[in-house]
């Protein structure tokens, strides 16, 4: 067995491999740059080496960088984690040529799976089911729009070294082709150092799923099951779970061992993804083959109890595989939520930042629930721009699925989060939403039921009822502290009442609070049912635990005046509580309105404006291409809302723009 790992990654990966290389009783190396000096993995390995600036390719896609470090440190191996050099199969032929095991399969599969064109084509020949397309190189946009109109509308343009959702774009018509094709290939240039191009045709309605596979150098090859990805926005996983609520055996079986056919082909060794797209037939179309670990491996080892990265470690030692597929069984339901530093409410535009509190929940691991929290952060800790704006990976276990369902929910709402914008209130949206809940979903599912981007979640009108509870019973507390205070005025003792009116989003709930042992008794006026609450909560906590009629539910609470700011199942809520008169005298209060901002364009992220697509004077169209915004690796394109004329542009390319920056004005 190895003596010395080297991590030749960051983040959360980094973290998630030295847990099991230390379990292992095997030394661990991090890699760093100056954006990463205090970063959660460096702290966690036994070693650190820097490797240059924060742009990734002076330093983590530098592999000259990262073999200096290798010899400096005399790690034995090297495990690539996902991105950067993962699929490089230049820095796999560097490290053999080192003497140094690469924790992933050989760089002939590499080669073989790592480009699209060349796979779809082995895939084909190794009688795995594949989506009509065009695998030549494209010369240029006139070029892609005549291959596009030749497959037929709609067609999905694609990066051939690309991956995580970099250098993707569907195109709809010949205008939507020619700026995809453009902007797949500027991502792909950016982010892979490989600008080829291919089209195929989008399969509409598709769900994702994609089979886990595990084969040895001594011609053994197995699949641990699927996992459905389906919910994706820009083509980027957001929630994956294992098993698959669509799929059936017989499905399983055949896709699981055209995968194994596949990882034969070319001589797979270590742990690899087949990704599929599905339609609603159970029809099943080879996408690509990662010839890595992916970034939803989690719930694959929740399900199977195989240690994926323990698998990859022992394989590049040369051990044979101690699992045959009989072996592989499927035990209980696993999701994974991936919080990321984007902004729900603004269309998911990432955000970067201080984290000034990042509190997740705790992990648990017990016969009937299980949660598992992934991360390369900490409190205090930074979100830089030059990485991805991942946050961690939350998973959640159960042996159903309305069981891991329930356990994410809780999990969700226990998660804190604060200093940068984050996505935990759509995430919660989605394990309430219907179609989730009953798995009828598709890789359309964001879009479709979000087509005018996340606005929040309207809770129900028990939850309504649940918090206006809630809050009541907090403000009681707060309230009977204050009559605590000493040195108050002699003849001047101030008494806490039983009726309030909470106020929520314009609803009135008249309540009245008793109080209890345990808590509070809830009783309404409005007739709903009374509701008993249990909890250890003081003023201050910001996360308050409440038994719910014996129901174990979690709010994050902030105060603000006469109230809380309560977010609890995605909805983010300002609560009032007034006692009766005041209610009557909050009601004649003016409403403050927000500035109007509609004759500007706002930046809605902090990024680079690489071009701008329009000049003072022009008049432009609703649709139209004004400008393009480069932020987390990611090209970003802002389109006029509505006709009008530009009177003003207040930015030039290559100027830095923080959020709400004014861009542009019109009349």
Known sequence: MFKKLLIANRGEIACRIIKTARKMGIATVAIYSDADRNALHVQMAD???????????????DMERVMEAIRLTGADAVHPGYGFLSENPRFAELLEAEGVAFVGPPASAIVAMGDKITSKRLAQEAGVSTVPGYMGLIADADEAVKISREIGYPVMIKASAGGGGKGMRIAWND?????????????????????????????????????????????????????????????????????????DPETREAMGEQSVALANAVGYASAGTVEFIVDGDRNFYFLEMNTRLQVEHPVTELITGVDLVEQMIRVAAGERLALRQQDVRINGWAIE?????????????????????????????????????????YEGGEISMYYDPMIAKLCTWGPDRPTALENMRNALDSFEVE????????????????????????TAFIAEEFPEGFQGVALSDHHMHVVAAVASAMYRVYEVRRTRISGTMDNHKRRVGKEWVVSI????????????????????????ASVHLASTWTPGDSMAHVQVDGEMLSFKVGKITSGYRIRYRGADLKVRIYLPRQAELARLMPKKLPPDTSKMLLCPMPGLLVKLAVGVGEVVE????????????????????????????????????AVDEVIMEFE
Do not use: W
């Open 47 to 61: 070693e650190a080496v820097r490797i240059g600036p924060p742009p990734a390719g002076q330093s983590y896609i």
């Open 175 to 247: 205008q939507e082709a020619r700026e995809g094709f453009q902007a797949s290939k500027n991502e792909a240039a950016s982010s892979f150092g490989d600008d080829r191009i291919f089209i195929e045709k989008f399969v509409t309605q598709p769900r994702h799923i994609e089979i886990q596979v595990l084969a040895d150098t001594h011609g053994n090859c197995i699949y641990l099951n699927e996992r459905e990805c389906s919910i994706q926005r820009r083509n980027q996983k957001v929630i994956e779970e294992a098993p698959s609520p669509f799929l």
């Open 337 to 377: 939520s991936r919080l990321y530093a984007e902004d729900p409410y603004r269309n998911f535009l990432p955000s970067i930042g201080r984290l000034s509190t990042y509190r997740p929940p705790a992990e648990i691991r017990t016969p009937e629930h299980i949660v598992r929290n992934d991360t390369g952060v």
């Open 419 to 442: 200093g940068i914008a984050h996505n935990i209130p759509f995430l919660s949206a989605v394990m309430d939403h219907r179609r989730f809940i009953d798995g009828k979903i598709t």
């Open 505 to 528: 989003d314009g609803r009135e709930f008249p309540v009245i609070v008793e109080a209890t042992r345990a808590g509070a008794i809830v009783r309404f006026g409005d007739g709903a």
């Open 622 to 657: 609703e649709g139209q291409a004004l400008c393009t915004i480069e932020a987390m690796k990611m090209e970003n394109i802002l389109r006029a809302e509505r006709h009008a004329t530009v009177t003003k542009i207040n930015a030039v390319p290559g100027d830095g723009l």
